[in-house]
């Protein structure tokens, strides 16, 4: 016959088996929610980094976002949403279509006068950002006696006109035309969030509604790099006028490899976030459209030459004039 005491022993047994029971099932359920909640977040997480880089890069993920998109689909349908879920949804702002830089210096003021021919000033220059996308500025580095006059010049120049992009970190010299084409465009790209990005010269007359035009065909290209091409004889004699210091890296025929006049080029969005990226180990050559030339060669990048780009004489359909 079983014990008074033994009995009690036994139904406490039970009980504390049942809240045991009751304890771990409880446990387990949050942890089948916390693992799912993170992997649902993380498919949702991986779609959104998947967007950045191709928005970023151009590069073709498509493929793969069907799938996470399955995912994140179910997600949605269990509740499970992270903070970036209202950044891909939300009704993207129309980007610019074009950044151009203007290429400008120190005592040419004269060229800026391109303001009154086809650059625009004041509202006009406002009116037409908001109206076509077309962002223009003038674009000059620093005096190498910072804080002297040109730079105290330049500095109220812009203050009448707040037009000019002024590079602060670089130093104006012909010499280092290469590097204020490569700053240019990695800070333009940070700057704005453009579709295209075009260098120009001051010396150049521009007409922007065949640019925007020429453009747009493009858009469906991530990766392009469009000017009037053109190659050339590689100066191997120090002392020449287009005398090249690295003539040697060029082969025995000293011949350039195809690049964009640097009158007037333009890139993709994809390309000047490239650059953006790497600025501090892509190498410059003696001249700006050779130096742009060679950050592209080694990529998979359409390159378009667009004879309307070919600056040297107005004619029917151009949308360039050098003067």
């Keep these: 016959m079983q014990s008074k005491g033994s009995s009690v022993r036994f139904t406490g047994l039970v009980i504390r088996s049942r809240i045991s029971t009751l304890m771990l099932s409880m446990f387990a359920t949050f942890a089948s929610l916390y693992v799912a909640g993170r992997l649902w977040q993380d498919a949702e997480n991986r779609v959104y980094l998947a967007k950045e880089l ?6 073709g993920t498509n493929k793969k976002l069907s799938g996470l998109e399955m995912e994140l689909a179910a997600a949605r349908q269990e509740g499970f ?26 005592g040419r003021k004269s060229n800026r006068a391109i303001r009154k021919a086809w650059m625009g000033t004041g509202a006009t220059l406002k009116k037409m950002e908001e109206e076509k996308g077309i962002i223009i500025r003038f674009v000059i580095g620093r005096s190498s006696n910072r804080g002297d006059s040109m730079d105290r010049s330049i500095d109220g120049e812009n203050k009448q006109t707040n037009d ?27 700057k704005w969030d453009a579709d295209y990005y075009a260098k120009v010269n001051d010396d150049v007359y521009v007409n ?20 009037c091409m053109k190659s050339g004889e590689v100066f191997s004699e120090r002392g020449q006028k287009w005398y090249e210091p690295d003539w040697w890296k060029f082969g025995d025929g000293k011949t350039y490899f195809r690049h964009a006049s640097g009158e007037m080029f333009v890139i993709s969005h994809a390309l000047a976030k490239f650059i953006t990226i790497n600025r501090s ?21 359409k390159h378009v030459d667009e004879r309307k780009f070919c600056c040297s004489a107005w004619s029917s359909g151009a949308l360039c004039s050098g003067v």
């Design 281 to 301: 180990i892509l190498r410059v050559y003696a001249y700006d459209d050779v130096s742009a030339g060679s950050w592209f060669i080694g990529l998979d990048v």
């Design 54 to 59: 191709d928005r970023i890069t151009g590069l």
């Design 81 to 106: 949403v992270s903070k970036h879920l209202s950044e891909i949804n939300r009704t993207p702002k129309s980007r610019p279509r074009v950044v151009v830089g203007v290429f400008t210096g120190f």
């Design 164 to 190: 000019i992009f002024i590079l602060e970190n670089h130093v104006e010299a012909p010499e280092e035309v290469p590097n204020k084409t490569k700053l240019f465009f990695a800070h333009a790209a940070e």
């Design 208 to 227: 922007v509604d065949a640019l925007t035009n020429v453009l747009t065909a493009h858009l469906d290209k991530p990766r392009v790099y469009i000017g």
